[in-house]
């Protein structure tokens, strides 16, 4: 298959790209602004290094859908940072959805038509249910990147029905650990590489909000080992392929872990002592965020090989690395 990976040199698409350039048959090739990805990762796949979103953008997608011959697209390329969606929505409706424009406007010219798309569990918002969260469950996002990633599903929906787009939307919920000591997530951006960076400063975790109705009182989240992610892309092109009737799928374990737990994790692993301080919950923070993962599981036979101690110690690992 030749493939187009769009933010392949970020901390998904990087281990996305190893995981596709270890298949035989695959030519992959990246289109990355390397705003926050690392060429490195990437040694051997061609990378064109420019952003979605500028006015020239289709020009030059169109000459490397002719020039490779490019029959799939994953893509990946957005803003992802929620506190600056909200300061900034326009400049992530700009890059996220303009981005996303230009992606559907070349492909259709270049007559390429499937499409896997890298969405999130946050279109859910704050979702009013109890139990694992599906599909089907009310998708109401609750800041502008959920509402970026939301409304490009909707853009993949109308594509299909225009001109005969194939697409799977993934539903990522809290990506963690590394597939590799040098595909490691170095932004400290999510709870573990934030409290990695802690540790390394001395300095105390801080546990936003202990009074959330779960057993230990801090927020629980569905953590997913981004190989496990990596493979459910594979999965995901041989469902395109194979005409596969369902558009979107939650990537999840099922099972979910607090901030505590995480954070005991983080202590076994390290062997690190260390007292994290509390502080009061960060508004627009759910109790419970945890997958339902029955569809990808009947429909792609996916399912997670890796548990909380295994993303930690791999994320620990690509750290001291």
Known sequence: MNILVTGGCGYI???VVRALNQQKGNKVVIVDDLSFGKQSRVEGTQVYQFDLARPDARRELNKIFYEHEIRFVIHFAARKQVGESVKSPE????QNIGGFVNLLEA???SQVNQLVFSSSAAVYGMPE???????STPKKPINPYGE?????EWMCKDAETAWGLKYVALRYFNAAGAAANDLGDDYALN??????????????PIVFGHDYNTPDGTCVRDYIHVTDLADAHIKALKYLAFNGEHHAFNVGTGKGSSVMEVLHAIHDVTQIDFD?????????DPDILVASNDLIRQEMDWQPKYDLRDIVQSAWDARAH
């Open 191 to 204: 709870l573990i590489p934030i409290v990695f960076k802690k540790l390394q400063e001395n300095l105390r």
């Open 91 to 94: 400049f992530y409706y700009q």
């Open 13 to 15: 698409g990087a281990t």
């Open 107 to 109: 492909m259709k010219s």
């Open 276 to 284: 994290p301080r509390l502080a009061a919950r960060r508004p627009g």
């Open 129 to 135: 249910v109890t139990g694992l969260i599906t599909e």
């Open 148 to 152: 970026t990633k939301l409304i490009t």
